[in-house]
């Protein structure tokens, strides 16, 4: 499970800023939202992002999908830059390093991953394990610019064989992680499968509401050989009181026709008159059904789109009143009305706001001081907690 995220230097994000699941103090709903991933670690299920447009949100939730890709995707070139772009605001961040680490634990030890680069080299890289108080050292790395070439070193606690190795240095390319050269690598197993595993297949690509479409929709059910999935999402919907009695995909697989509970019966509708929320909360049922069964680490941009906000609030406590797994979600959302619901902690609620130099700063609402009677939503409204956006007047000038 993720315990941090930090990110620096990344688009609107100019200084450090550290997503976390650790939980405060708080034992609110402890039994809800807190599973424990270590002797005397516990960590949060469930963050949840709010911020203005253009606040910096939807890239706090890029930056992770994108260190996702860095760490296993392998270039098809020596010569390919690293798509992103560092904070362009000011004169200094343009030619500084973008930084970006986690920390996370798999099989009840610890590890950090940080990675150091810029638009054409990876200039660090470092993979630690906390397999007891004192880090081990599995693999670190440096650019040299010199020789413009890249140097990397294992330590003993990989355990790795010198031929091994080899084969790994010489496929880590100098815009290349030594995770995707490792994934290109046939080499022995050590911990950097446990590693590679995790990111791979249970840190998910962040997902909005273009990928989650009826083309995903359908592959997905073309998948379900079982109909395990098309099982859930039929009682999602019904537990979400849709008046859907049954669904079926058709044998081409392009479209779904829908049966509907009515006074005089069933009655058929296709694909194509269904409403926009049904089919945007089944495509959301199915990202459910990962989350519950399969351990997944989900980033979900703009979740209200298409939704009541009723729905919305079902969705999360559905999550986590039936999640027994070590999975965990982040969602970013412009939907403040979750402020006001009780079964919320505090501290998996998060603000993005732009300074004054227009850098992204991320704070937690545990963070801001407001006393446990008043009402986030409330405070929210009344610009005391981050600065609302502020619209101007409504007339044209003559």
Known sequence: MLADFSVENFYSIRTKQTLSFVPTIEKYLSD???????????????????????SGKTKLLQALDFFREL??????????????????????????????????????????????????????????????????????RIYIKGND????????????????????????LNNCS???????????????????????????????????????????????KDKTLHAFIQQFLQKS???????????????????????????ILPEALESNGTLRYMSIAVLLKHLLYNSQFMLIDELETSLHYELISYFLRFYLNNDTGTSQMLIATHDINLL???????????????????????????????????????????GKLVKLPFTGETYIDK
């Not at 973008?98 to 470092?126: A, T, V, W």
Request: hydrophobic share 35%.
């Open 32 to 54: 809800t939202y807190l599973v424990e991933v270590a002797p005397n670690v516990k960590l949060l299920k469930m963050g949840i992002v709010y911020g203005a447009n253009a």
């Open 71 to 140: 760490l296993l995707v392998y270039p098809s070139s020596r010569t390919d830059t690293i798509d992103y772009y560092p904070f362009l605001l000011d004169s200094e961040s343009k030619t500084t390093p973008s930084k970006m680490q986690i920390n996370f634990y798999l099989k009840g030890e610890r590890y950090c991953l940080e990675i150091e680069f810029d638009r054409q080299h990876i200039l660090k890289e470092q993979l630690l394990v906390y397999a007891s108080v004192r880090p081990s050292m599995l693999y670190t």
């Open 149 to 172: 070439s890249t140097r990397v070193e294992f330590g003993k606690a990989l355990q790795l064989n010198r031929h091994d190795q080899d084969i790994i240095y010489g496929n880590t």
């Open 178 to 224: 030594v995770l995707a050269a490792f994934g290109k690598s046939n080499v022995e197993k050590t911990r950097l499968n446990t590693v590679y595993d995790w990111i791979n297949q249970n840190l998910s690509v962040c997902i909005n509401p273009t990928n989650t479409s009826m083309d995903f929709l359908h592959k997905q059910l073309q998948q379900d």
């Open 241 to 267: 009181d849709f008046n859907i009695s049954g669904f079926e995909l058709s044998p081409s697989g392009e479209s779904i026709t829908f049966h509907h509970k009515t006074s005089s019966g069933d009655g």
């Open 340 to 382: 006001k619901e009780d079964f919320l902690r505090r501290d998996v609620v998060w603000f993005t706001d732009k300074n004054e130099n227009a850098e992204t700063e991320l704070v937690r609402l545990s963070q801001l001081g407001l006393h446990k009677n008043l009402s986030p939503y409330n405070a929210y409204l009344q």
